[in-house]
């Protein structure tokens, strides 16, 4: 069986950071890594919940809105898939990242869909805890001018 693209890097080699993970004819996947993979350091889920809520929010409500396929959590709780159309050059999603991490922190009110209406887990949601894990997710890639993708990370 053939294996799926984000198998086929060594996530050794990975650190937080922000990578483009895979491109399938017009969209383009990148990840989000918060934390380094296998280093013990993961997101708890209220986190994750949370910064999925809000930054998903900012991203269908930013520049490239019309553009944003999906963002949303990685199983393995180290950061965020975040699925754009390639017509989007990868520096607009670089600086829409950085844009939508410093909403998030700036952010005054409420967690967007914190209701029983709009989520089926409202509860486990925390403002508190995202802004703190989007502070240190923006302090790694705030100088990051590029992004690489696996097959660099793989030779590198």
Not at 46 to 67: G, K, P, Q, V, W
Request: aromatic fraction near 10%.
């Amino acid at each position: 069986m053939k294996k799926i693209k984000s198998f086929q890097v060594d996530h050794r080699k990975l650190n937080k950071g922000i990578y483009i993970s895979r491109i399938d004819t017009d969209i383009i996947t990148y990840d989000l890594r918060f934390c380094k993979p296998n280093s013990g350091e993961i997101l708890d889920n209220i986190t994750m919940h949370t910064i999925e809520h809000m930054l998903a929010t900012f991203a269908r409500n930013s520049d490239i809105s019309s553009e944003v396929i999906y963002f949303g959590p990685m199983g393995c709780q180290t950061g965020f898939y975040f699925i754009v159309r390639d017509v989007v050059a990868k520096d607009r999603v670089l600086e829409t990242v950085k844009d939508i991490l410093k909403k998030t922190i700036e952010h005054s009110g409420g967690v967007f869909g914190a209701s029983e209406i709009e989520c089926g887990n409202y509860k486990t949601l925390e403002l508190d805890k995202a802004k703190a894990a989007c502070r240190n997710y923006l302090e790694v890639i705030k100088n990051l001018d590029d992004i690489v993708d696996y097959d660099y990370v793989n030779s590198h």
